[in-house]
């Protein structure tokens, strides 16, 4: 079934509970000789590349490995490490995201969104709104506020909004917004652009390797990033120049706000949705607390463990600050407390047997190399426009938006 995702509907027509995918022209993937991940145009859903030179880097990881007793594994990394190639300045995927998005919108009409975020998402929003001179609405809980900041932020393309509550409050204070507004939604997780653009990781790594990776780990919170690798993954096997895909994925959330792991290990397709107080503040990586995961979805996270004989892992905060703490001193780089978690969840794997020393692994981490832009980029912070609780009526951010 045809979408038309002008103004960015992705819904499903005739109420139907299944995300919605990209078909391209071609089932071979043609490497252009553009910037970033622009190289990967002809599987990204738009007509034209910008500027941006952003993209993740890949390498073969010998000492982190050598530490697990793994022969072959290599990391994705996004973020700020210009030794290693890589200029991402907010230092998360999510920047990825947020280009192509922006991008999208102007090709289909759309002069302003709508963006739920926890925090990377706000972030990498706020810096390509006002890059690209774009408008941008971003609805934020108010418990992270304080720590929203991108290298450029323009005021008059960026509107901030606090929501007095946890994520999936900010999220249902975002649809609310767009119903009362008719400004566009970006979609979030449900959005195949933002997901092609996240999968631009999985499209470098297997360029790289000239293969798909038997082993797959990353964090999730929406799980949107993982999905979109399980999505590359089919059509690079379609594609036929990279192997067959014995292809398992490792997905991770952390301790103690973990509804995908709980309901894979129940072996059941549903999940406890809603808002859990206090779990921003009880959550070492407050980006993994999205209460909606796109699990029980057709096409989504439950399919895609399914399919490929998954695993999940609850990580704990002492895990991921150990995992995060080796990784800088093995391999010379912070990263951010999601990407811990998702290396946590592979140290745990490997301690457990579940990879052969032999397999190729690749773990995406998703984020890092902050402290570092920080100090070289300056960093400024995203101002708050309104603080609003969810019975606050759009009509009193009327001067806002």
Same mark, same amino acid.
């Given at each position: ?22 078909? @391209? ?5 043609e ?5 970033? #991940?622009?190289?990967?145009?002809e ?23 050598? $530490? ?14 210009? $030794? ?11 920047? =990825? ?7 999208? &919108? ?18 990498? =929003? ?5 890059l ?13 506020a ?12 960026v ?10 409050? %900010? ?12 400004? &566009? ?26 293969? /798909? ?13 993982? /999905? ?21 994925? !490792? ?11 709980? %309901?894979?290990?129940?072996?059941s ?25 796109? @699990?029980? #979805? ?14 999940? @892992? ?13 990784? $800088?001193?093995?391999?010379? #780089? ?5 990407? &811990?978690?998702?290396? &946590? ?7 457990? !047997?579940? /990879? ?19 100090? $070289? ?6 101002p708050i ?17």
């Amino acid at each position: 079934m045809k979408l038309d995702t002008k103004g960015f509907n992705f819904n499903c027509p005739n109420k139907c509970d299944s995300l919605s995918k990209n078909v @391209y022209a071609s089932k071979k993937l043609e490497f252009k000789d553009h910037p970033g #991940i622009w190289r990967y145009l002809e599987w990204l859903p738009v007509e034209k590349a910008t500027g941006y030179a952003g993209k993740s880097v890949t390498f073969r990881s010998k000492k982190f490995g050598k $530490e697990l007793g793994l022969k072959n594994l290599y990391v994705s990394f996004t973020g700020y490490w210009p $030794e290693m190639g890589c200029d991402v300045k907010t230092c998360t995927f999510k920047e =990825f995201e947020a280009v192509v998005a922006v991008q999208h &919108a102007r090709e289909s009409g759309v002069s302003r969104v709508i963006v739920a975020s926890a925090g990377s998402t706000a972030n990498a =929003f706020a810096y390509m709104g006002s890059l690209e001179k774009f408008r941008v609405v971003l609805v934020v809980p108010l418990k992270v506020a304080d720590q929203l900041a991108a290298p450029l932020v323009d005021q008059e393309f960026v509107t901030t909004i606090a929501v007095d509550g946890e994520y999936c409050d %900010a999220i249902s204070y975002a649809e609310m917004l767009h119903r009362s507004t008719g400004i &566009a939604y970006d979609g979030g997780g449900r959005s195949p652009v933002r997901r092609d653009a996240a999968g631009t990781v999985m499209l470098a790594a297997a360029e790289k390797l000239g293969a /798909i990776p038997n082993h797959y780990f990353q964090a999730i919170s929406s799980g949107a990033g993982a /999905i979109a690798a399980k999505e590359e993954v089919d059509r690079l096997a379609d594609d036929g120049r990279f192997g067959k895909p014995g292809f398992k994925v !490792h997905f991770s959330q952390n301790e103690p706000f973990v509804p995908v792991v709980k %309901a894979w290990e129940a072996g059941s397709r549903q999940i406890e949705k809603g808002c859990v107080p206090n779990t921003l503040d009880a959550l070492y990586a407050k980006v993994l607390s999205n209460g909606k995961p796109l @699990y029980g #979805i057709s096409g989504g996270l439950f399919d895609a463990l399914k399919s490929t004989s998954g695993e999940t @892992y609850g990580v704990t905060k002492r895990q991921a600050e150990d995992a995060a703490k080796a990784f $800088e001193q093995l391999e010379g #780089i912070d990263i951010h407390p999601a990407a &811990a978690v998702a290396a &946590a969840s592979l140290v745990e794997a490997a301690s457990r !047997h579940k /990879i052969g020393a032999d397999e190729t692994v690749m773990l995406n981490l998703t984020g890092g190399g902050l402290r570092r832009a920080g100090k $070289e980029l300056g960093m400024q912070k995203v101002p708050i426009k309104a603080t609003v609780g969810m019975g606050t009526p759009v009509e009193d951010l009327k001067e806002v938006l």
